[in-house]
């Protein structure tokens, strides 16, 4: 069965558009409640959650309508990160999770994203299903058998003290002053508080949400702002999530940024020192640096690569038994800690290598020097293919003659956006330049 809604992670788009519509989100949440409601018994649950977009009010109100037409009782989270979605679903034995976001996308995006009961994301074979069902008549419950709906306030709360439960036993944060940067996202409460009550010295900024403002010049996708606050506050460490909390990217005490590759190394050599790194073997997307591949190979330990998606990454490591993976935009996914890449969590770790290890963040976040690696997007219309126009099929095979071994190639389709990703890697950035520009420019023409 094939996927026309759902995307890389979940369904994605403009707010108010297809198929971010009120309407589309009723019927979403009325095939979701069916397929969950299979045997026929009543008391199922669902737990939703939310980032801070405006749009995630009309479509919380459009979802549990949905669902409890079918009979499912709904349990409102509000704002809370992805990450807590994946564990209150769990926590609270409910059958499904749904977060509402478009992660780091802009305000205008919203998206919505499914957990099965274990709390990790649904299979491509389950989302398919659910498509299915949409496409046809979706079967109300009876009268008496409608669910029931209500908020649940302590939600932030319970992930709160969950989240503390991840740092070391008896550590505390104290004399440590962390720049947090929330995106003006999700977790803009809840990743204070627990910084806060580990004892930091906190400076927070990007968590003033106003429904407009999330991603907007703050969090990962704009770690400068975080950097410029941690020089200015002398901080020891920034940490920038996305609007959902679920990617981190570090800025260490000289304002120089780290992404989820350097984060992965540290980790993976960490773990297999105390021998907590399960297979010998980290997983990550074939975005990854291939100086991330050679620094694990040094070490004896194995890169696992995926196609992106943290949900692949997460799919492989629960086929080969792993317990470390993640994405060199940020997601870090510990299946000792989380079903999903969290953000918090995975910053709370590098704390604990600072405390353990005595060693700055400066010294513990330059791992590897990466290959040159060069990224670049061209936007296209929905609905066509430049990437199957004989010049572009030309570019892309000319650029890896070109290599010829000595770098790679990637291009691909965003799954969240209408973007074309060309991506290169080279020891000869002139020459890594020139292969990137072609295809750009071949790709360009196409669209």
């Known amino acids: 069965m094939t996927r026309k809604i759902f995307g890389t992670d979940g369904v994605r788009g403009r707010a108010n558009t297809e198929p971010m519509t009120a309407d589309m989100a009723l019927r979403l949440g009325a095939a979701a409640g069916r397929y969950f409601r299979r045997d026929g018994r009543n008391g199922h649950r669902v737990v939703i959650g939310k980032d801070t977009r405006l749009s995630g009010y009309m479509l919380e109100n459009a979802l549990t309508a949905g669902l409890t037409s079918t009979g499912m009782n709904v349990l409102l989270l509000g704002p809370v990160p992805t990450p807590a979605v994946g564990y209150l679903t769990r926590s609270m ?18 998206g919505i994203k499914f957990f099965g009961p274990d709390g990790f994301k649904l299979s491509d074979e389950a989302e398919a299903e659910i498509e299915a069902i949409l496409s046809g008549q979706v079967r109300p419950a009876e009268p008496q058998n409608i669910g029931r709906a209500r908020r649940i306030d302590d939600g932030r709360g319970r992930y709160v003290e969950y989240a503390k439960t991840t740092f070391p036993a008896g550590r505390r944060l104290d004399g440590l002053k962390v720049v947090i940067d929330s995106a003006n996202g999700a977790a803009y409460r809840a990743a204070p508080d627990v910084l806060y009550e580990l004892g930091a010295d906190l400076v ?10 999330i991603n907007d010049g703050v969090g990962s996708t704009h770690p400068e702002t975080a950097a410029q606050a941690v020089l200015d ?10 609007g959902d909390a679920d990617r981190v990217i570090l800025i260490d005490e000289k304002g120089r940024v780290a992404d989820g590759d350097q984060l992965m190394a540290l980790m993976a050599a960490r773990w297999a020192e105390q021998d907590k790194l399960a297979g010998g073997a980290l997983v990550a997307t074939v975005m990854s640096n291939l100086g991330l591949e050679r620094f694990l190979q040094a070490r004896g330990l194995r890169l696992e690569r995926t196609k992106v998606g943290d949900r692949y990454v997460v799919e492989r490591m629960r086929e080969g038994g792993f317990n470390l993976g993640g994405e060199q935009s940020g997601h870090i996914v510990m299946t000792d800690y989380a079903t999903t890449g969290d953000g918090l969590i995975a910053g709370l770790q590098f704390l604990a290598a600072m405390i353990e290890t005595g060693h700055s963040a400066s010294d513990l976040v330059h791992q590897f020097d990466p290959v040159p690696q060069l990224l670049k997007n061209v936007r296209y219309a929905a609905g066509s293919d430049p990437l199957s126009v004989e010049k572009v099929q030309a570019a892309i095979s000319a650029g890896e003659a070109r290599l010829n071994g000595t770098g790679r190639v990637l291009i691909r389709k965003s799954g969240t956006e209408p973007l074309i990703r060309v991506m290169a890697e080279a020891e000869d950035e002139v020459m890594l330049r020139d292969v990137v520009d072609s295809i750009v420019a071949a790709v360009e023409d196409a669209v």
């Open 93 to 110: 034995r409910a059958d499904i999770g749904i977060m509402i976001s478009a992660s780091h996308n802009p305000a205008h995006d919203n």
């Open 204 to 213: 927070a900024i990007g968590d003033d949400p106003d429904g407009h403002n």
């Open 233 to 242: 506050h002398r901080a020891d460490l920034g940490i920038c999530l996305d």
